[in-house]
């Protein structure tokens, strides 16, 4: 984005041109106005949505985004100390396999997902014991992915 773009446009057009959405879920996430835009926007436009639980909380997240999300079982990244190796990643890359969003030879698809398809990966947190993330919040932001 540059300076002076809308955001909601931006939001807009990239929900709209996506092939799934990448939701990096943490508390301040699940309380941001425009991410809780953008998970309501791919959820009526039925777009496959993959949640990647940075830190632990409740499952679903409270709020707006319980309806979308209820439905979906998430990554668990919780105890991740790097975000791109491991079980969780591999768990991420397969299920982006699964959407025909991402060869399994490494090279992103240019298919489109045409329905949507809830992460089959991970069993909810449990939410009576919050446990702090295991990254700092400059690597775990409330920033929603979008591919």
């Given amino acids: 984005m540059g300076g002076g ?3 909601y446009d931006k939001i807009d057009k990239g929900i709209r041109g996506c092939s799934v959405v990448v939701n990096c879920v943490t508390e301040k996430y699940s309380k941001s106005m425009n991410c809780r835009r953008e998970v309501s926007l791919a959820d009526a436009l039925k777009k496959p949505m993959i949640p990647l639980m940075l830190e632990s909380m409740a499952w679903p997240p409270a709020g ?3 309806m979308p999300l209820s439905q979906l079982e998430y990554i668990d990244f919780t105890s991740s100390a790097d975000l791109t ?6 768990t991420l890359i397969s299920e982006l396999v699964k959407l025909g969003i991402y060869e399994s030879d490494g090279v992103l698809s240019e298919k489109p997902v045409k329905t949507a398809k809830p ?4 069993k909810p947190a449990k939410a009576s ?3 702090k993330p295991a990254q700092s919040e400059k690597t775990k932001s409330q920033s929603c ?3």
């Fill in 5 to 7: 773009d809308s955001l």
């Fill in 64 to 66: 707006p985004m319980s």
């Fill in 85 to 90: 190796t491991g079980k969780p990643f591999d």
């Fill in 119 to 122: 992460a089959q990966s991970a």
């Fill in 129 to 131: 014991q919050p446990q």
């Fill in 145 to 147: 992915g979008i591919l």
